[in-house]
C-alpha cells in the first residue's frame, strides 16, 4: 500500500472510530503540531490489513458501518461482501408458559420462561450496476445464497448477539426503479450448531 492511500485510510478510519480530524485547509496550519497525536497511535499502529478491514467501503467507495458479508457452508466457497451496505434489523423474544392455576384473589399467570426463541432478521439492500446496466451477477449470486437457505453470516450487529449463521426462509425482489438497481429483501432465522450425540464430558459441563 502507497504512502497516499494509507494516509487517507488513516483519515477515513479516524472518522469511523469517532476519532477527530481537522479539514484538509487547515493542515498547512503551523498550530496543528501541538495537537495531542494519542488518538491517532491506534490507527498508526494497525497493519494495512486491519486498516482495510476497519474502513470497509461500498462499490461507491462510501465507508460502511455495518457491512455484510455471506458465505456458503460448502468445501472452497468465498466471502462475499455484499456492495452496497444493506439494512439489517432484528427481532427476539422468549418462549414463555403461561399456567393457570387457583391462586384465590391474586390475579393473572404464572409466567416461566421456557426458552428463547430464534431471532428473526430481516435483511433490506439493492444491488446496483456500476456500468449503468442490470446488476445480473450480483442479482445471479443473491439467488445462490437464497436458494442455499443455511448460510455463513458476517455482521457487526449480529455477532453482538451471537449470530454466525442464518436460515433464509423466504426472499423477495420487486420491482425497482431504475434499469441498474435491484432492492432485495431477506427473511431469515438465526441458527445454532447443535450436536445430537453428547459424549460423557459434555454432559460433565
Same mark, same amino acid.
Given at each position: 500500500m502507497n504512502t497516499a492511500t494509507r494516509f487517507?485510510?488513516?483519515?477515513?478510519?479516524?472518522?469511523?472510530? +469517532?476519532?477527530?480530524?481537522? *479539514?484538509?485547509?487547515l493542515f498547512h496550519d503551523t498550530e496543528l503540531a501541538d495537537?495531542?497525536?494519542? %488518538?491517532? #497511535?491506534?490507527?498508526?499502529?494497525?497493519? #494495512?490489513?486491519?486498516?482495510?478491514?476497519?474502513?470497509? &467501503?461500498?462499490?461507491? +467507495?462510501? *465507508?460502511?458501518q455495518l457491512p455484510m458479508r455471506l458465505k456458503l457452508e460448502e468445501a472452497g466457497a468465498e466471502e462475499w461482501l455484499l456492495p452496497m451496505e444493506p439494512m439489517v434489523s432484528? &427481532? +427476539?423474544q422468549n418462549i414463555i408458559t403461561r399456567?393457570?392455576?387457583?391462586?384465590?384473589?391474586?390475579? +393473572?399467570?404464572?409466567?416461566?420462561?421456557?426458552?428463547?426463541?430464534?431471532y428473526s432478521i430481516t435483511v433490506e439492500g439493492i444491488l446496483m450496476g456500476m456500468d449503468g446496466k442490470y446488476p445480473e451477477e450480483d442479482v445471479a449470486r443473491l439467488r445462490s445464497f437464497c436458494e442455499a437457505a443455511h448460510v455463513t453470516v458476517l455482521n457487526p450487529l449480529? %455477532?453482538?448477539?451471537?449470530?454466525?449463521?442464518?436460515?433464509?426462509?423466504?426472499? #423477495?425482489?420487486?420491482f425497482t426503479s431504475g434499469t441498474a438497481n435491484q432492492n432485495y429483501t431477506l427473511k431469515a432465522q438465526s441458527d445454532d450448531i447443535y450436536k445430537l450425540l453428547?459424549?460423557?464430558? #459434555?454432559l460433565d459441563l
Open positions: 487517507l485510510l488513516e483519515n477515513m478510519a479516524l472518522r469511523v472510530i +469517532g476519532g477527530k480530524v481537522p *479539514p484538509y485547509w495537537v495531542d497525536s494519542a %488518538e491517532y #497511535d491506534s490507527v498508526r499502529a494497525m497493519s #494495512d490489513g486491519e486498516l482495510e478491514e476497519t474502513v470497509r &467501503t461500498n462499490a461507491l +467507495g462510501v *465507508p460502511m432484528l &427481532t +427476539g399456567r393457570h392455576v387457583n391462586k384465590g384473589r391474586v390475579r +393473572g399467570s404464572i409466567k416461566e420462561r421456557w426458552a428463547q426463541d430464534d449480529l %455477532e453482538i448477539f451471537g449470530i454466525s449463521h442464518m436460515v433464509i426462509e423466504s426472499w #423477495d425482489i420487486p453428547l459424549t460423557r464430558e #459434555d
